[in-house]
């Protein structure tokens, strides 16, 4: 993707420090802010785009009901046919 040259700011009303007493930022100001572009491949976990990572964890999930079925216990017990033998003393 070519980045265009044009460079835009953003108006932000009611900026405010995190300290009141800081003197960097007027609470009565309005401020005009320049955003950073970041790409997709720029968050990076592991070596891997972040975005990467959410949708192969978004299929998972999405497609891992039949898995889920699977694993465990049977939930429904097999009947087992009872011989003349007892187990009790």
Known sequence: MAHTTETYYYYVPNLQALDPTAREVDPSAYAWVQPTIIEDEDLTFGGKALST??????????????????????????????????HKK
């Open 53 to 86: 990572w959410y949708e192969e964890d978004r299929r998972r999930h999405s497609s891992g009901s039949d898995e889920e079925e699977r694993r465990g216990r049977e939930r429904v017990r097999r009947n087992y046919s009872r011989s003349g033998k007892s």
